[in-house]
């Protein structure tokens, strides 16, 4: 079936650091990709998607591309902030008409002043 | 926006006791669908729901139980809760369009159970 592989955490870095985490996927079809991220106590919110090949999703300065020839969809930031410290999912839904959500194993981010 | 919401942030229930979990969406969206989120595991899908009345299991529905008797509303049973069942639980919602897929989740705050 489907599946999300993303890198393993927690990731710590240095304010105004490049951040890079990495995220493959296993699919039939051309399923839709997300990244969510999750703040202490709180739930996932949409960072951002993209729903076809080479399509680049970004917000809030995160950017992500859909890459087919490598089923990759990693997420980047040109410099993180302490606000960014959160957990980050990467999630693919199924096209087979399931309306189901495939999402990853989570990255913890920690960003230090 | 969308807001999702969740009855309870912080559970605590004991061993055998029938629970209920609610959700209610406001945005008229078609499918529900409740998650667990544990530690190194992410996030696993309990049960979803693409209409009124209409229920599908998901990954792991054994123990758990849904119900859905309005749009906006999806209940999470767990009929005997066990200690197993300690976890953070998540209602999200999504619409359903010509390319749902496209349709990202919108989740709630979580409610933290504790079954001791």
């Known amino acids: 079936g489907d599946s999300v592989t993303q890198m393993e955490g927690p990731v710590t870095l240095s304010e105004e650091a490049f951040l890079t985490i990495n995220c493959t996927y296993t699919a039939t079809g051309y399923p839709s990709l997300f990244w969510y991220v999750q703040y202490p106590g709180e739930g996932l919110q949409l960072l951002l998607k993209?729903?076809?090949?080479?399509d680049k999703g970004s917000n809030k300065g995160f950017e992500a591309t859909y890459r087919k020839e490598t089923t990759s969809f990693h997420l980047e930031k040109g410099s993180v902030q302490v606000s960014d410290s959160a957990v980050y999912f990467c999630a693919l839904s199924e096209t087979s008409g399931t309306y189901k959500y495939i999402f990853g194993t989570g990255t913890r981010l920690k960003v230090l002043a | 926006d969308v807001k999702v919401t969740q009855s309870s942030r912080y559970l605590v229930k004991r061993t055998g006791e029938k629970v209920f979990l609610e959700c209610v969406q406001d945005?008229?969206?078609?499918?529900m669908f409740w998650y667990r989120q544990d530690p190194g595991l992410g996030l696993r899908l309990i049960y979803f729901s693409y209409d009124v009345k209409m229920k599908e299991k998901g990954d792991i529905p054994e123990g758990y139980s849904v119900s859905r008797e309005k749009k906006e509303r999806f209940s999470l049973i767990l009929e005997s809760a066990s200690t197993n069942q300690t976890s953070m639980y998540l209602c999200?919602?999504?619409?359903?369009?010509?390319?749902?897929?496209?349709?990202?989740?919108?989740f709630g705050n979580g409610t933290r159970l504790t079954v001791t």
């Open positions: 993209a729903t076809k090949a080479d």
């Open positions: 999200a919602s999504s619409s359903r369009g010509v390319s749902s897929y496209n349709s990202p989740l919108h």
């Open positions: 945005m008229d969206h078609e499918n």
